[in-house]
């Protein structure tokens, strides 16, 4: 059983910034990627950024250089934090993780989401 518990989400005004955690436990042997995803209302999930086992990030174009991906391997845990934050930047933000279980099988494993909220 794998289990990811996202935090760190909240309510925050045009301009601000927040960090969010997602932290992978169970029977993890090792984990590849993790990765961050965001549905917003009436819209399909859309990918946010991803980080390499090894720590190398990708981005959406659409981001601007305003969020950023990592990870801390001995936690298990995958960050985003977001800067400078906007209205259409409202979602749920879900984090995923490919993941190699004791049992020697991998599974690609989401977390139950955090709400981001950007409004004045």
């Known amino acids: 059983q794998v289990q990811l518990v996202e935090s760190g989400g909240g309510l925050v005004q045009p301009g601000g910034s927040l960090r969010l955690s997602c932290a992978a436990s169970?029977?993890?042997?090792?984990?590849?990627?993790m990765g961050w995803y965001r549905q917003a209302p009436g819209k399909e999930r859309e990918l946010v950024a991803t980080?390499?086992?090894?720590?190398?990030?990708t981005y959406a174009d659409s981001l601007e250089g305003r969020f950023t991906v990592s990870r801390d391997n001995a936690k298990n845990t995958v960050y985003l934090q977001l800067n400078s934050l906007k209205p259409e930047d409202t979602a749920v933000y879900y984090c995923?993780?490919?993941?190699?279980?004791?049992?020697?099988?991998?599974?690609?494993?989401w977390g139950q989401g955090t709400q981001v909220t950007v409004s004045s």
């Open positions: 169970g029977s993890i042997f090792s984990i590849n990627a």
């Open positions: 995923n993780a490919r993941i190699l279980t004791f049992q020697k099988n991998w599974y690609t494993y």
């Open positions: 980080i390499s086992s090894d720590g190398k990030p």
